[in-house]
Each structure stands twice: as structure tokens, then as C-alpha cells.
């Protein structure tokens, strides 16, 4: 839909956003597909192996040169500039300003998809649910370092799932570990596809771990990504 067609108080609001830029999707089903980026800043996780420090942890970043307030309309042009058929919403945690990520999903034009990344604990308004093309919903693992009642939130998973438009990913750092883990959240919440993704952030760690979890995901019956922009050097 575009956001000159919707009534004034759709497209308004502001966004807290660390950056956006142009790629290719380096990570689950749209891997390698040509995308606009919008990396909303802020998380309420704590990840110990977390690659976008800079969207949350202010013992490392001060927050107002790593992120600003952006306008959603603003937000909506300049995705409309780019003239790609699909824009990423990820963070830091994006659900933690879902007026914003309506707005903004309500304003993209016609045929554009929208992809939302998140770390599942929160439950998607039903506008936003409504105009959400696919949910990477990416549940954190024993590994990140975060405790169970914190990673691992029922009804935001049960939400998720409810919108028939979500995909798990498990970012893996042992399979040994990670792998029954995944098994028992997957029975739990009735998690369906499954996604694994090596940990790493250099190209060694990445092709390491994808050649470690390639035979023990094919014996689950799970996909299988690698990191894209790890490996060429992309964001
Ligand atoms: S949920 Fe994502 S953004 Fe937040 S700390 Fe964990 S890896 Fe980082």
C-alpha cells in the first residue's frame, strides 16, 4: 500500500533506528535475496555472543550517537528510493516499538514484502500480524547466556506461530548441546520449519560451523543457513 494513499496518523509516529542500508539477506529462507535493511535500535536481551551490541549495550555504546529518532515517513521514502521488493525489519529487538513497525509496515509500497526478525518474546499486535509477509522468529538457546523465563516467552511464541507466516532459527555454537535443546523447544511450542545457523562472526568460524551442523541437521530433518554477510564481508 502506499503511504501517500494512507490516512495521516498510519504513517506517523518515529522509529529508533541504529542504521539502514541496502544488502542482500545473509541469513534463514530469503538468504541472498536484494533487501533494504532497517535495524531498529534497543533489546531486552543480553546475548553474550550478540553481533548488534551497538543496538543495546550502553556499557560499550553511548546510545545517542549509536541510534537516533527517525521520522516513519522518512523511514518509508527511503525505502521507496531503494526500489526493492523486500525490506528486513530487525534490531537489537524491532517488537519493542511495534506502533512504529506498523506504521511503517502499513506504509511500504504495493509488492514490497515485509520480513520482521526477532527473538520471539514478544506478541505481535494484530495490525502489525496483519501486515507482517514473514516472521524470523529466532528463540535464544542455553548458549546465549540468557535465562530460560527471560529467552523463552509462551505466549509471544504461541503468537507467532498463531500468524502461520513464522520460521524458527536457532543460531548454534555446539550442536552436541544445541541440538536437543532445539528438539525440546520445538515439541514444546510446536515450532515448524526449523532454521540452524552457525555462530561466528569471521568466515573461518562460519564455513567451520556449517560443515560441524550440515550431517546432525539433515538427520533432523532442519534447514540449514549460513551467514552471508560474514562470508563476503557485507553488513
Ligand atoms: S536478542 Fe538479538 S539483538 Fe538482542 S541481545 Fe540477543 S542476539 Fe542481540
Redesign the pocket.
Known amino acids: 500500500m502506499s503511504a501517500l494513499a494512507l490516512p495521516p496518523d498510519r504513517v506517523a509516529g518515529t522509529a529508533i533506528v541504529a542504521e539502514s542500508f541496502e544488502s542482500f539477506q545473509g541469513e534463514g529462507p530469503l538468504t541472498g535475496q536484494r533487501c533494504a535493511f532497517c535495524r531498529f535500535s534497543r ?5 553474550s ?5 551497538y ?2 549495550d550502553w556499557s560499550q555504546y553511548e546510545p545517542t550517537e549509536v541510534s537516533r529518532r527517525v521520522p516513519v515517513p522518512e523511514l518509508v521514502d527511503w525505502i521507496a528510493e531503494r526500489a526493492v521488493d523486500l525490506v528486513v525489519i530487525t ?3 524491532p517488537m519493542l516499538q511495534q506502533p512504529a513497525m506498523t506504521a511503517l509496515a502499513a506504509g511500504v509500497n504495493d509488492g514490497v514484502r515485509v520480513q520482521v526478525e526477532t ?1 520471539g518474546t514478544q506478541a505481535p499486535v494484530p495490525a502489525l500480524a496483519e501486515l507482517v509477509d514473514l516472521w524470523v522468529v ?1 528463540p ?1 538457546l542455553a548458549n ?1 547466556g ?1 535465562d530460560y523465563s527471560r529467552r523463552i516467552v509462551p505466549h509471544a511464541l504461541d503468537a507467532l506461530c498463531a500468524t502461520g507466516r513464522a520460521v524458527f532459527k536457532f543460531v548454534v555454537t555446539d550442536h552436541a548441546t544445541d541440538f536437543d535443546e532445539i528438539s525440546r523447544l520445538a515439541d514444546d511450542f510446536e515450532l515448524n520449519p526449523i532454521w540452524v545457523v552457525p555462530e561466528g562472526d569471521t568466515r573461518e568460524k562460519v564455513l567451520a560451523g556449517m560443515d560441524a551442523i550440515y550431517d546432525p541437521a539433515v538427520e533432523r530433518g532442519w534447514n540449514l543457513s549460513t551467514r552471508l554477510h560474514v562470508l563476503t564481508g557485507a553488513r
Request: hydrophobic share 20%.
Open positions: 533489546c531486552n536481551l543480553n546475548c555472543w550478540c553481533d548488534t551490541k543496538t543495546w534490531g537489537g529487538e527473538n529466532s535464544k546465549s540468557v
